[in-house]
């Protein structure tokens, strides 16, 4: 059994819809389908999902959301003129003040109920069978839900996107989720395989938008894949990895456009003898925040002390480095803006540090990859490499980190070396 979602760029005109279909077609096991709301058409064009949450800000202004509303209508009139009845009560309710996630939860709605027509599929309304907590979790009843639904014969849709809460409100996941809805389902049915199927040909070793066709990462475990988003890469949604990663269910992502490629396969394990970097990434903006008390490690109430008071200003440390006598936490500077006499409320914080110091302006690389883990013993090869090369380019790191985690070498640097910095590291590690 394999559950295939299909983002909102594979569904965005007939075209695309076709592709989608024939991909579905030529595979029995593809019961269950997810599907996002129509995404662009081209570049300049709008995501139905962006109109819809234009319309409920509108109406809550007080606005008409008529205009608007109308663009959603034609577009999916444009590819089934079934939906008339439904875009009515739609325009009625959001102008009626349901609010900003029924409003943008609509587009997916819609979707399914088109494409089950198409698609020759059961509907099975998201509402009904996935459920949140009050914190927005996935609630564990829905894998029963999902699966006690699509217990027949034949294929099934399901909108992506949103559950209800248990106030029985509609709600949506961030964006991107229908990516965790596609997780919710594949877990539920204890699919073989969860296809992701999107515009792109797969998990790409680097940035596009920095450096020209990176490698496709052919194979890539759910670990790398957190540390790669931990570093600033805008990987798959990190949300959607919790269920099938507790499962063992790899995912399969792969581009509706081009879909005789094999794309990325992420699994829980891989042999990192070939290929021991998954990929790089990076990010600016951070705060180095330096701590530092005498023999620190002595005081059991240091540590916990600070992460107390750090959580309680809603602080979340991107990377945390440990010395003896000093703890360096790296902060969004963002985060840090909006928080008045944040070194003074350290200072005083229970674990009492003797000085606080704060340096802006540090940016992160992350190499990733199940190979760091025998750098120890490969004499640290790619380390090595990656360090000469910065020497080259004369790039000095501020802080570094290999070991917390087995498959990551962090680099904290300055910021005007970032670009640079980056090239550097991408050019040792491409071949
Ligand atoms: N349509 C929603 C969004 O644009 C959800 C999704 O596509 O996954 O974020």
């Given at each position: 059994m394999i559950v295939c979602k299909f983002g909102g760029s594979s569904l965005a005109d007939e075209g695309q819809i076709g592709k989608v279909k024939k991909i579905i077609e030529s595979?029995?096991?593809?019961?269950l389908i997810v599907v996002s709301a129509p995404g662009k058409r081209s570049s300049d064009d709008i995501k139905i999902t962006d109109l819809l949450y234009a319309c409920a800000r509108t109406a809550a202004d007080g606005g008409s959301i008529q205009k608007v509303f109308n663009r959603i209508r034609e577009r999916y009139l444009g590819i089934s003129g079934s939906l008339a009845g439904e875009l009515d009560e739609i325009e009625h309710n959001i102008a009626a003040g349901y609010g900003a996630d029924y409003a943008a939860s609509r587009g997916e709605y819609l979707s399914a109920k088109m494409l089950s027509v198409y698609f020759n599929a059961g509907f099975i309304d998201a509402a009904e069978v996935i459920r949140l907590t009050a914190d927005g979790r996935v609630d564990p009843r829905s894998y029963e839900l999902v699966k006690e639904r699509t217990a027949g014969d034949g294929r099934y849709i399901i909108p992506g996107f949103y559950g209800t809460d248990p106030s029985g409100a509609v709600r949506t996941f961030s964006r991107g989720g229908s990516d965790i809805t596609g997780a919710i389902a594949a877990r539920a049915v204890h699919a073989d395989l969860y296809e992701n199927w999107t515009d792109?040909?797969?998990?790409?070793?680097?940035?596009p938008r920095i450096f020209d066709n990176p490698p496709v990462v052919r194979e890539i475990t759910y670990r790398e894949i957190r540390e790669l988003a931990c570093a600033g890469a805008n990987v798959?949604?990190?949300?959607?990895?919790a269920p099938v990663k507790d499962a063992g269910i790899p995912i399969n992502i792969r581009s509706t456009n081009d879909p005789e490629q094999k794309g990325t396969l992420i699994t829980?394990?891989?042999?990192?003898?070939?290929?021991?970097?998954a990929g790089i990434s990076g990010k600016k903006g951070y705060t180095a925040v330096r701590l530092e008390k005498f023999?620190?490690?002595?005081?059991?109430?240091?540590h916990s002390g600070v992460l107390k008071t750090l959580h309680g200003m809603n602080v979340e440390p991107g990377f945390i480095l440990y010395g003896n006598d000093s703890v360096v936490f790296l902060i969004e500077a963002e985060k840090l803006k909006?928080?008045?006499d944040f070194r003074d409320k350290l200072l005083s914080c229970?674990?009492?540090?003797d000085r606080v110091d704060l340096e802006p302006g540090i940016a992160v690389i992350g190499i990733v990859g199940?190979?760091?883990?025998a750098e120890y013993s490969n004499a640290g090869t790619i380390t090595a490499a990656v360090f000469s090369r910065l020497h080259e380019h004369r790039i000095n790191p501020r802080y570094t980190s290999f070991?917390?985690?087995?498959?990551m070498l962090l680099i904290g640097l300055q910021e005007p070396d970032f670009s640079k910095a980056l090239e550097a590291v991408y050019s040792v590690l491409k071949k």
């Open positions: 595979n029995a096991d593809r019961k792109v040909p797969g998990l790409l070793m680097a940035d798959f949604h990190e949300e959607a990895i829980s394990s891989r042999s990192a003898a070939d290929v021991p970097v023999m620190l490690n002595r005081y059991d109430s240091f909006e928080i008045p229970p674990g009492a540090p199940e190979g760091m883990r070991g917390g985690s087995d498959s």
